[in-house]
């Protein structure tokens, strides 16, 4: 069947076409120049890099230790289907707000792709001063609590391989080896994360890992809350809390893998 002739809108914003076609040759191509950018869109050096610069700013874009620019962290999470990620919501949001329920505070989801992890929803306690959504975000997998979740979950080799020295310059922070592979044997001891304001001053978060069907750690599933209202006497209600949260989410994802195999 052929495919309908797009055509271009009659509104279309010529900065925004542009940036999107960049970030399309990035997924697709791999990295360049400004000079490069400038020539495939037919425009000043000074616009791409503008357009490029922007692109950074929002991570689709990252650049590398010699200048050039490369695809970003948002783009590398594209890699992870939508399917996957509207299953995830789905199976989550129930157990989230029961959670929140139990608590009154923040709970986020996250899922991870090579170094970085995205959170794709969040619900938001009803307290005055609380811990905003994250939903949309992009951090470094080391630097959040779902992140050493799902980091703690790879064996050694996998780590190893995840945190080699980049190719092609990239500049990238990079946590140190030795000091991670502690906290993640802390982690795989206790079956969660701990985040004393390690991610954002004032913040601290406790996250578990949420299982797949097929028993592997596809998610994780975290309490924010401000460091006031933190303390170690509450860290076991909160631990208790989110193992019933994991735990639902896991067991809705298993009914849903059935449903699907039943289904076909």
């Known amino acids: 069947m052929a495919r309908p002739m797009k055509n271009p809108p009659a509104y279309g914003v010529t900065s925004v076409d542009h940036a999107l076609r960049l970030a399309v040759i990035l997924q697709v191509e791999g990295p360049l120049t400004v000079s490069e950018a400038a020539e495939r869109l037919g425009v000043a050096r000074s616009t ?48 989230m707000r029961a959670l929140v329920d139990v608590l009154d505070e923040t709970a986020n989801l996250s899922v991870r792709t090579g170094r970085t992890v995205r959170f794709i929803a969040s619900v938001e306690c009803s307290q005055a001063l609380r811990v905003g959504k994250r939903e949309g975000m992009v951090f470094p997998a080391h630097q959040v609590t779902g992140g050493l979740v799902m980091l703690a979950a790879l064996g050694d080799d996998e780590l ?22 502690a906290e993640l044997r802390a982690v795989r001891r206790s079956g969660v994360a701990l985040n ?69």
């Open 160 to 181: 190893s391989a995840l945190y080699a020295p980049a190719p092609h310059g990239r500049a990238e922070e990079r946590p140190d080896p030795a000091k991670l592979r």
């Open 48 to 95: 791409a890099h503008r357009l490029l610069s922007t692109l950074v700013y929002r991570d689709f874009a990252v650049q590398n230790a010699d200048r050039s620019y490369r695809v970003g962290p948002v783009l590398e999470l594209a890699a992870q289907t939508r399917s996957d990620v509207a299953e995830l919501r789905a199976a989550a949001l129930g157990p």
């Open 196 to 264: 004393l304001e390690r991610s954002e001053r004032g913040v601290v978060a406790v996250g578990r890992g949420v299982r797949g069907p097929r028993g592997d750690t596809v998610a994780a599933v975290a309490v924010s809350m401000p460091s006031v209202r933190h303390s170690p006497r509450r860290l076991k209600e909160v631990v208790a809390a989110l193992t019933t949260a994991s735990t639902a989410i896991s067991a809705a994802l298993e009914d849903g893998f059935r449903y699907a195999a039943d289904e076909g």
